[in-house]
């Protein structure tokens, strides 16, 4: 089953045919025994990016959800701790990612990350790529 997605791509609007199989809840990756290695979760999601932009944002576009300033570095995921440390290793390689922001609760499994401009935003547009946890926030 497919579900019509909208997308800009180069401030070009067009429509595409997304899987729904990959809109569903991530699965983290697991060992045979059902264990994590070491604390590392993987998973697939949607990428996307956004900007301290009012139009993008609630009322305040210069303060994340846990009370931040956006900056680099900053991702706005819903269904992850404050604070979660991950990378995205097939877009950004090694870099070190924190949960500081959310998205609006229709957006449940996606991960958002914050541009300085809203063209850098719209350019980057939407990938389906893998999402390494690699240190959760103390208890």
């Known amino acids: 089953m497919f579900l019509v997605g909208f997308f800009l791509l180069l401030g070009v609007p067009f429509l595409t045919l997304v899987p729904f199989s990959t809109l569903h809840a991530p699965r983290f990756n697991t060992s045979a025994d059902g264990m ?43 269904f992850l701790p404050f604070g979660t440390l991950v990378t995205i290793p097939e877009l950004f390689q090694d870099k070190v990612f924190v949960v500081e922001d959310r998205l609006h609760r229709s957006k449940q499994w996606i991960v ?22 690699i240190q959760r926030p103390a208890s």
Do not use: C, M
């Open 36 to 78: 994590l290695p070491d604390g590392i979760y993987t998973t697939l999601v949607w990428v996307t990016a956004y900007s301290s932009s009012v139009n993008e944002t609630d009322d305040n576009p210069f303060q994340t959800a846990s009370q931040t300033p956006p900056r680099d570095g900053v991702i706005a995921v819903n």
């Open 112 to 133: 958002d990350v914050w541009l300085p401009s809203k063209e850098a935003a719209l350019e980057f547009g939407a990938h389906l790529t893998e999402l390494v946890v």
